[in-house]
């Protein structure tokens, strides 16, 4: 598709249980990154992929954060053990290759997860 | 990333032009600078970028200070819909494919 795709568009969870988030990138986009926007402003790069192998993971919480972009699936993004620090917007964005002169990101609508 | 800054918000009358600064002292010579918005409860969209040529497109003008230290995004006729925050992003043209860092941008009003 022309659009990065998210689902769900909200989610709630109580503490300690299981969130897992979706991100259909843009057919033909080789890179996919997740990001976290906790308060208005501020975003934190969470990890990226080139097609299914991770590029950077440098932002993830390892102990319960975990992502995933197998062939022909969506990509995802699941916490287990959500905690009420959890709550976020999370925006999935693909950008092209470099070498096809993409410096743009294309961001999804984002998944509200709210833990309760 | 090299930092950039912004001011927090500001204002702007519909149809007029729009000019948000940005200022980054200690860009280095492989850095792009780049242009986000987010529109209120969508994800960040792309508006501009340039190395050191100003530059045009359909959304925005981007004019970039001959010692690249500070760039401004032009809106030449804001409307209601560019209300936003508007972010400026440093972006090393030799890690592209690397994650954006964003700052806190500014806080665009643009009132009827």
């Known amino acids: 598709g022309e659009e990065v795709a998210q689902t769900p568009k909200h989610l709630v969870r109580g503490e300690g249980q299981k969130a897992k988030l979706y991100c259909a990138p843009i057919?033909?986009?080789?890179?996919v990154f997740w990001y976290q926007q906790v308060l208005k402003n501020e975003f934190k790069f969470l990890i990226s992929f080139q097609n299914e192998n991770v590029f950077d993971e440098t932002g993830m919480p390892k102990e319960r954060f975990s992502a995933k972009c197998l062939p022909n699936s969506p990509c995802s993004l699941e916490i287990q053990a959500t905690k009420l620090e959890d709550s976020a917007v999370y925006f999935c964005a693909s950008s092209p290759s470099p070498g096809t002169g993409g410096h743009e990101q294309y961001f999804g609508p984002g998944t509200r997860l709210t833990v309760t | 990333d090299a930092k950039t800054t912004q001011p927090n918000s500001m204002e702007s009358n519909e149809e007029e032009p729009v000019h948000l600064p940005c200022n980054h002292s200690?860009?280095?010579?492989?850095?792009?600078i780049h242009w986000y918005r987010q529109l209120p409860s969508q994800g960040p969209e792309y508006v501009i970028h340039g190395l050191t040529s100003n530059v045009n497109n359909r959304m925005a003008s981007l004019a970039i200070a001959e010692d690249r230290k500070s760039s401004t995004l032009i809106l030449h006729r804001a409307t209601l819909r560019d209300a936003a925050v508007y972010y400026c992003i440093l972006r090393d043209v030799r890690g592209s494919a690397r994650q954006l860092t964003f700052g806190s941008g500014t806080q665009l009003t643009v009132l009827p």
């Open positions: 057919k033909g986009h080789s890179y």
């Open positions: 200690t860009i280095s010579g492989t850095d792009y």
